[in-house]
């Protein structure tokens, strides 16, 4: 563990910088804290929960997830209607949950549907990132409203916003970086072609689910 201090250095760095060119003084301290103290809690809940053979206890967790990804998506907006927690939450849900499906029946075929160790995973996965774009546009679209920009002006706006990272990981995999989930496969030995099938699984995942999940959400806000 005291060699994760190293780690802690660039941070140290970045925190001070982003003090001194902010007023946000808390903002990064209570992210951080909150970031360890759930890594933490999560390693022992997932020990549990990986021998667990129940259905209902996956669906639980999965639902925990998505209302916690829909709260979070809009956290950087100023104005936070509570009828856009339930857009972002059925957005999130609907691209996240198909995408899913498409993944544990189509791609991977698990048996029984619901193995918690790879279910809850690929879940953290497309949810995050689904929450992350929506988030995204939601900001976006606000932005350019407040702007008295039209509906479809700032639809279009948002939405190339919201895919921007996700497209920018499409360019950089294999050329710049190597993603978390393929070099942990190659580190534990598993053939590097594997890995990369396995890679462009996550990455299509990735980008399905959150370019769905934010199209669902901009089209809620059309009646808003």
């Known amino acids: 563990m005291l060699d994760l201090l190293w780690a802690c250095i660039p941070v140290v760095i970045m925190i001070v910088i982003y003090i001194r060119w902010t007023d946000d003084k808390l903002t990064l301290f209570y992210a951080l804290a909150r970031m360890l103290i759930q890594l933490i ?6 020990t549990y929960i990986f021998t667990s053979d129940s259905p209902y206890l996956v669906i639980l967790i999965l639902s925990v997830m ?11 907006m100023r104005h ?9 939450f059925i957005s999130i849900t609907l691209g996240g949950l198909f995408t899913l499906v498409m993944i544990i029946f189509g791609v991977l075929n698990l048996n029984p549907w619901y193995e918690p160790k790879f279910l809850i995973p690929l879940a953290g996965m497309i949810f995050a990132n689904s929450m992350n774009a929506v988030s995204i546009a939601a900001e976006r679209y606000e932005s ?3 702007r008295n920009g039209t509906y479809i002006d700032a639809r279009a706006t948002a939405y190339t916003a919201s895919l921007i990272p996700i497209i920018n990981a499409l360019f950089a ?3 710049v970086s190597l993603p978390g989930m393929m070099t942990g496969q190659i580190l534990s030995g598993v053939d590097p072609l594997i890995a990369v099938r396995y890679q462009m699984m996550v990455m299509l995942m990735i980008l399905g689910s959150a370019g769905i999940s934010v199209a669902i959400y901009l089209i809620l806000l059309k009646d808003k």
């Open 41 to 46: 809690l999560i390693g022992y809940v997932l």
């Open 66 to 76: 998505l209302v916690s990804a829909s709260v979070i998506a809009l956290r950087p």
């Open 173 to 175: 995999v294999g050329l």
């Open 80 to 88: 936070k209607q509570k009828s856009l927690y339930l857009k972002a």
């Open 144 to 146: 350019e409203m407040e």
